[in-house]
């Protein structure tokens, strides 16, 4: 939804990338390299490594219009357990906004739902 929702219900998708990339003895992947070894397509890969900056920073091209993407030097230095747990509070907090939207659509349809009918009851 308009990249809202960047963390919610997609937490496994994101740490399996993100273990990917501690797999791999290279700074920098591909989004080919990462899509065949975590088994998630390719397209799904490079949306999430686009939406998540906090997570995953797009490398400058060298020429070859290869384009790569790698840790940033703060969540490289993290613990996967500090990641983990960055990861599942983006999740909590985004599940909080969604279900306050859905009560503030519910409260708002309430109200204007009893002004529109509740002169018939009164």
Request: hydrophobic share 45%.
């Amino acid at each position: 939804m308009l990249g809202l929702f960047r963390f919610r219900g997609k937490t496994n998708r994101i740490l399996s990338i993100y273990r990917c990339f501690c797999d791999h003895n290279e700074r920098s992947l591909h989004p080919v390299q990462i899509s065949r070894a975590t088994g998630i397509d390719l397209l799904t890969v490079v949306r999430t490594l686009d939406q998540t900056n906090e997570l995953f920073m797009k490398l400058p091209g060298r020429g070859d219009g290869i384009t790569r993407y790698a840790l940033p030097s703060s969540v490289f230095a993290m613990d996967p357990a500090q990641v983990e747990l960055m990861v599942a509070n983006h999740a909590r907090r985004e599940h909080w906004v969604f279900w306050s939207i859905w009560a503030s659509l519910i409260v708002a349809f309430g109200i204007s739902t009893f002004f529109v009918f509740g002169s018939m009851f009164l």
